[in-house]
């Protein structure tokens, strides 16, 4: 039988309502919206289905949600989401981080010397060692004297486990002094991030459909290209828990696709940046 053939006869074999039960708890449980992407659920899930001796999507539906361990759970949304980023991503949000955002901070935090910062939904780990790279710049020799941490999470321990590996072919549009002074050349014409922005980040696996309940909150979050597998409801009710998190005059950054509900209690100061 050919591929054609195959996809058919999957899609025939996944019923409504087997489709509708396996959308219903990815929302409910971590409100990633999969309500039109029934041909994606099957071509995405028919090797693992197979692979796993599972009968069809009936047996495998029953399974996952009644007995699927973490580690099923991991594969499903590894599977059905697209952990795609590279570093300098929309250079407008990391230009104003880098005029705006960061000499208000640091006049901000000169006693204590502490920043509070989240990339939410950090995929494979560009992000968070991207913004460790702008945050090491710019303090330059006072760097040592700051705690610059960052916290990086995602819900795909296959996307943090690539991140906390830290290897990565880079783009032209690195500048070419980050790649001298924060990577070191690995084998197949790779570079792996350097100790000190490996150690500036702290990944978490982390489900943003939860209770936010770190330590602190934060001056910053990071929150880019994740909403989109997100319905309104859910994306408007995520903002809130990002604005309880974030410290007065705080801001969320978003990406370029995405907006935030016209009711949110952030206020918008650039394309895709809002302050508390």
């Known amino acids: 039988m050919n591929s054609e053939a195959r996809g058919s006869a999957l899609d025939a074999a996944i019923s409504d309502a087997d489709f509708n039960r396996l959308v219903n708890f990815v929302q409910g449980q971590y409100g990633i919206d999969l309500r039109q992407k029934k ?4 071509s ?12 069809g999507f009936k047996e495998y539906v029953d399974y996952m949600l009644t007995k699927g361990s973490s580690e099923d759970i991991n ?13 300098m991503r929309e250079m407008g949000a990391f230009d104003f981080f880098k005029g705006r955002i960061l000499p208000e901070l640091v006049r ?8 509070s910062i989240w990339s939410a939904g950090c995929s494979s780990g560009e992000e968070p060692y991207n913004v460790s790279m702008y945050l090491m710049d710019f303090l330059g020799a006072q760097a040592a004297q700051w705690d610059t941490r960052l916290l990086a999470t995602d819900l795909s321990m296959e996307a943090l486990n690539k991140a ?14 980050w790649k001298k002074n924060y990577f070191v050349q690995a084998e197949g014409g790779k570079y792996a991030v350097a100790p000190r922005i ?7 696996q982390f489900n943003l459909m939860e209770p ?15 909403m989109i597998y997100f319905d309104q409801a859910t994306k408007k009710a995520l903002a809130e828990r990002f604005y309880e998190a974030t410290v007065p005059g705080g801001y969320l950054i978003i990406s370029m696709s995405e907006n935030l509900d016209p009711g949110t209690k952030y206020r918008r100061v650039g394309a895709s940046i809002f302050q508390k």
């Open 44 to 55: 995405r899930l028919s090797n693992t289905i197979r692979a796993n001796g599972f009968a």
């Open 198 to 204: 490996r150690n500036n980040v702290i990944f978490q």
């Open 75 to 87: 594969q499903l949304l590894s599977r059905l989401t697209t952990n795609y980023t590279y570093f």
């Open 164 to 177: 906390k590996r830290g290897v990565y072919e880079l783009p032209d549009t690195l500048p070419p002094a």
């Open 212 to 226: 936010i309940k770190f330590k602190r909150k934060f001056d910053v979050i990071f929150c880019r290209n994740v």
């Open 108 to 115: 901000k935090h000169q006693r204590d010397k502490c920043l």
């Open 39 to 42: 041909q994606l659920i099957v």
